[in-house]
């Protein structure tokens, strides 16, 4: 108890620092929230925490914290910060709350896109969405006369261009770390060619024509790109643009921003955002939203609090002192340059990631299979043979295929 | 020591060894036998996603886990025998390569893969730990007094240095154009990717753990040094034995105790290597068999994790350490008969 009240009154202080400043309500049900730990959150958790009694973990492992934080009884936190992904585990458990009663109550100004609705019950507020799209810089592409690549033939040929003109040893850059990132790599350029990932029965379904040309596409990307590819990620991509270094890379809107960042960018205003590359079928991108659930294991007054200190987080305020942070999905969201490659894959037809339980392992069979046939190892029906044979045994063992 | 106060001395510490090791480790046997999951139904969800301006609802058939009345995942708990121990040895895959003498594929078998690295990083950095910890002890033993005790602060080091961020060190040190690649670019004229094929990484690890472990080593054998009969070596020089000789007929082989105690540590050390593999970022060329237990157990992001797996993977890494230790162990145990 003593501990509880010592901690209590440390969450407090850290809390109190420039609190009540612009917070529509003074809430007084001590709150906490766990979520990822990027600038977004950052500054939505920082608005939060201006209502006082908040306190919040920003935490890239959050993920492997919040089912178990979110089933205990209270839940540990009351407030979660998800993706499409990780509602998944949350939503199989039923430890968030449906959100209804508290929306008509206090989201009158909350857009009807924000509502994440499954089978009719709101589950989660999106705050914004991302996707990886293409950023080319158009300085390099217009001294050598090339066109906005639209697909990725057009992006292979442009990088042979750059590369022959000696402007650059390796004009393309990609999130090829392996693991997550090459999976989802991967992701998108299957969906792009109109591929779909199961069967009847969760059976894996990707080796085929489809899988292959994903494959092929993802190889003739490694030709130009830092031989040192497969432990290249979203950070050390964004630093290549910030360095000059490459020319193209199919990259997430949440890091358009760093790009005109005068700190850190020899780049500022050279670098245009774009629709990703087409597939044979729709842009080789996935969509996806970030946003809030409340945990179920908690009274009603403090998910009421709680919900409206969510909100308070991503009102129009936030939004507009941190507009190019993120593509925000908000009434006071003004759409800039930086953000026009997120909404133009949107509109030629991007799917959204099909989250799921057996997606989850089929991503992660995906980001350590992959690299066998990047590194020449083995071929690509090989590869994807075996990636599947991996899911199965995965699969198998979580209790989603019978045996 | 009469035995009530032999029991109260030693009681505390065997308790604490059966509730930390023992227990875990019969835990994580039984837990390699048996495969616990969720019972899937499966149910048409509609799930709607936000768009731009509109939103996108799809209908689709999803495996849902059941849940009893309380709210909670019902589970059931199968005994499995040794199916997790054959997925994660897959033994017939393996067969096949060996028999077809195709090597090349045996090699992207994951455990496999893991156990040849594995097995190569820890005979190879043994030796070289051995020899470099020697080097070191008995160079500190030779330094003048008054510098001795920053010599041997300074040769510490790198043993102080938590591994983690040692590795992340030497991973920036010389990843994309990192300083050291950059110099090294620069004295031989070349490109030069360290990060883009394993061999590279293989031997930047190995460079990385002798740097790290050998200060240890060194300590030991330093203290070993002052034990070394003053009388004997005093005859040797007379005799005319060269420094070489000294060293090898009357140094080495009272230090041996030391040196097997300090390859026992090592075997163990080594085998368990994971710290390189993850601040390398290299599971894409080079894995371990620790890291392999690791990737069993981190959750996907649907939050999936593959405890049967992790613990069969787990055990075996047990038995390799255990296979390992037997030569030293066989070694210490017929001297200690023969000292008698």
């Known amino acids: 108890m003593k501990l509880k009240t010592i ?32 600038e977004a959150w950052k500054a939505v958790t920082d608005a939060m925490a201006e209502c006082g009694n908040f306190s919040a973990s920003l935490d890239q492992e959050f993920r492997e914290k919040q089912p178990e934080a979110f089933a205990a009884d209270p839940a540990l936190y009351q407030i979660g910060g998800v993706s499409n992904a990780t509602l998944v585990p949350l939503l199989n458990a039923g430890t968030v709350r449906p959100l209804d009663d508290l929306v008509e109550k206090y989201g009158q100004d909350l857009l009807p896109n924000q509502l994440i609705k499954v089978d009719g019950k709101t589950m989660a507020i999106a705050m914004m969405v991302n996707a990886q799209h293409l950023m080319y810089r158009d300085d390099v592409l217009a001294e050598l006369d090339i066109e906005e690549p639209k697909s990725y033939d057009d992006v292979l040929a442009a990088a042979a261009k750059i590369k022959e003109a000696g402007v650059m040893d390796y004009p393309i850059g990609g999130t090829f770390k ?3 990132n090459l999976g989802q790599e991967f992701v998108n350029m299957y969906l792009g060619e109109g591929g779909a990932f199961f069967g009847d029965g969760n059976m894996p379904a990707i080796n085929n024509e489809q899988g292959v040309a994903a494959l092929e596409t993802l190889k003739a990307m ?11 990620d979203s950070t050390y991509v ?26 850190e960018s020899q780049v500022v205003g050279k670098v245009t955002m774009a629709a990703a590359p087409m597939g044979s079928a729709v842009p080789a991108t996935t969509i996806w939203w970030d946003g809030i659930v409340l945990a179920s294991n908690m009274s009603d007054e403090e998910a009421d609090a709680a919900f409206r200190v969510a909100l308070e987080g991503m009102d129009t305020d936030m939004v507009s002192a941190n507009n190019d942070v993120a593509v925000w999905l908000s009434p006071a969201y003004s759409a800039g340059d930086l953000a026009a490659g997120a909404a133009a894959s949107a509109e030629g037809g991007a799917k959204a990631y099909p989250a799921s339980g057996p997606m989850g392992i089929m991503h ?34 979580a209790g989603l295929i019978s045996n | 020591m009469n035995f009530r106060t032999f029991a109260a001395f030693v009681g505390p510490s ?50 849902q886990p059941r849940l009893d009345e309380e709210g909670k995942v019902i589970t059931q708990t199968q005994y499995v025998g040794w199916e997790s121990y054959r997925n994660v040895l897959e033994p017939e895959r393996a067969w096949r390569a060996i028999s077809d003498g195709n090597w090349n594929v045996l090699s992207t078998i994951n455990f496999w893969k893991a156990l040849r690295f594995t097995l190569t990083f820890t005979l190879i950095t043994l030796p070289l730990v051995i020899v470099c910890g020697l080097g070191i002890a008995v160079m500190i033993n030779n330094a003048a007094h008054a510098i001795r005790g920053p010599v041997i602060f300074i040769s510490l080091l790198p043993f102080i240095i938590t591994p983690v961020i040692g590795v992340l060190s030497v991973n920036w040190l010389f990843r994309g154009d990192g300083i050291l690649t950059a110099l090294l670019e620069w004295w031989l004229n070349r490109d030069i990717a360290l990060f883009a094929q394993a061999w590279t990484i293989e031997v930047l690890m190995m460079l990385y753990r002798v740097w790290h472990v050998a200060p240890f080593a060194a300590i030991v054998f330093y203290a070993g040094l002052q034990t070394v009969n003053q ?25 041996m105790p030391l040196i097997i105690f300090v390859s026992m540590i090592h075997l163990m050390d080594s085998y368990r290597v994971f710290e390189e593999i993850v601040g390398f970022a290299s599971q894409g060329y080079v894995i371990s068999l620790q890291w392999l237990t690791y990737d069993f157990l981190v959750p996907d992001q649907a939050g999936n994790r593959s405890i049967s797996r992790a613990s069969a993977s787990a055990m075996l890494t047990m038995i390799g350490i255990a296979i390992l230790l037997i030569f030293p162990l066989r070694r210490t145990w017929r001297d200690h008969k023969g000292g008698h």
């Not at chain 1, 490694?222 to 290249?232: G, Q």
Request: hydrophobic share 45%; aromatic share 12%.
């Open chain 1, 7 to 38: 901690l209590m009154a440390g969450a407090m202080s850290i809390a109190a620092t420039g609190a009540w400043a612009d917070c529509a309500f003074e809430n007084d049900v001590p709150l906490k929230s766990l979520s990822a730990g990027f």
């Open chain 1, 178 to 180: 392996t693991g997550w």
């Open chain 1, 222 to 232: 490694t030709d130009y790109m830092d031989p040192e590819y497969l432990v290249s």
């Open chain 1, 238 to 263: 964004q630093q290549q643009f910030q360095q000059g270094k490459i020319a193209m890379a199919n990259l997430w809107a949440s890091r358009a921003a760093a790009m005109n960042d005068e700190a």
């Open chain 1, 364 to 397: 992660t069979s995906l980001g350590n299979g992959l690299a066998d046939y990047l590194t020449g190892a083995k071929d690509a029906p090989t590869t994807l043979a075996d990636i599947e044979a991996d899911y199965i045994t995965a699969a198998k063992e």
């Open chain 2, 14 to 63: 065997v308790f604490m060894m059966l509730l930390f090791i023992a227990f875990p480790l019969i835990s994580v046997f039984k837990q390699s036998f048996y495969v616990t999951q969720p019972i899937y139904e499966t149910v048409e969800k509609e799930t709607c996603t936000p768009g731009f301006l509109t939103q996108t609802c799809v209908t689709e058939t999803v495996s």
């Open chain 2, 231 to 255: 009388d004997s070596l005093e005859s040797a020089v007379i005799d005319g034995a060269t420094r070489w000789q000294r060293m090898k007929y009357i140094v080495i082989p009272h230090l």
